[in-house]
């Protein structure tokens, strides 16, 4: 199995050459990947069809999910309860099925990232409290915008596009949509670099960071115990990654919670650009942690539906605490 490699627009922040990134190779034209194929033609016009068409469908889709695929019903049922042990059965339930529908939406909406060129979807993204990263990158200063995983999280890298920005993504299994996915995050018109999550560049980042750069970093995920320790994350113990102190003390950069959702009234997909976490990092881990997971559930609270829900959060157990996904 060939490495992952990066996706990197023409111009980048790191000035990285286009010979280190994701390219497209005659095998993706092999037998194997031609269902896939099947997908990436379909996904063309879908994208241009009315977004009532696409929510309809996308809504069928999630309650489709719901009901056929348990184990994810599961894990986000789970999840729910560890978070709100106090939250009713019904609660929990209705709470489930408005993520499934989410989910569903947003899945026929993924086209649009794929298909759509940046100006179109500009008009569909929208930014709250931009002026609070443009103050920092206006000081000279780098910033990270540390974001949960919330359902529409590609949309929200893509709201942002117009800053010089550091991001990392989790590859795909599948090769051909690895690529077919990952150059949608590297429009010609961006100044962006997507490294893969298994080859983190710490030093790079850090260098990057003091500069007035963007790293886009999802900090909720649960990656094992290196590199993190538990803090409460709603009501439950959570493996906590606190790389993202580590980095931000090296390189002085501002450390800003954002996240994005869709907006029915408004009908876009709307970033929030939270305020910066003053006095961060401190020289206590445990701290660190628990203001990283304060600073993400304030931001997931802004609409609970929408969450990812059916990640498993609390895969790493402290000692003597059981495994919750059986």
């Not at 003390?249 to 009234?265: E, Q, R």
């Not at 006095?279 to 942690?289: I, K, R």
Request: aromatic share 14%.
């Amino acid at each position: 199995m060939q490495k992952s490699k990066i996706f990197l627009s023409k111009k980048n922040p790191l000035n990285i050459s286009h010979d280190e990134c994701e390219k497209f190779y005659l095998s993706y034209l092999f037998p194997n990947y031609w269902f896939s194929w099947i997908i990436i033609i379909l996904s063309f016009p879908i994208s241009f069809i009315p977004r009532f068409f696409r929510a309809f469908f996308g809504k069928m889709l999630g309650l489709f999910i719901y009901h056929t695929n348990p184990k994810r019903r599961s894990i986000a049922c789970t999840n729910i309860k560890l978070c709100f042990p106090d939250m009713h059965h019904s609660e929990i339930n209705n709470l489930v099925v408005s993520y499934f529908i989410h989910l569903g939406q947003t899945i026929f909406d993924f086209p649009l990232l794929w298909w759509r060129t940046n100006k179109s979807l500009q008009s569909t993204c929208q930014i709250v409290n931009s002026h609070i990263i443009d103050e920092h990158l206006q000081k000279n200063k780098g910033v990270i915008l540390l974001t949960p995983h919330s359902i529409s999280l590609d949309f929200g890298g893509r709201s942002i596009s117009k800053y010089p920005i550091i991001s990392m993504y989790k590859p795909f299994r599948n090769r051909l949509l690895n690529w077919f996915i990952g150059k949608s995050r590297s429009k010609s018109s961006d100044n962006v670099v997507v490294f893969p999550r298994e080859n983190f560049p710490f030093k790079r980042i850090i260098k990057a960071l003091k500069k007035p750069n963007i790293f886009y970093y999802v900090g909720d995920e649960d990656l094992g115990s290196k590199n993190s320790t538990f803090s409460n994350f709603f009501a439950e113990q959570k493996s906590t990654i606190i790389t993202i102190a580590k980095i931000a003390s090296l390189s002085k950069a501002v450390v800003i919670p954002c996240i994005n959702h869709y907006s029915i009234k408004e009908n876009k997909y709307i970033t929030y650009i939270g305020e910066p976490l003053k006095d961060f990092p401190s020289d206590n881990d445990l701290a660190n942690a628990r203001r990283i997971n304060e600073s993400l559930e304030l931001l997931i609270k802004r609409d609970l539906t929408q969450y990812m829900w059916s990640l498993r959060i609390f895969q790493t157990r402290p000692d003597g605490i059981d495994y919750p996904y059986k």
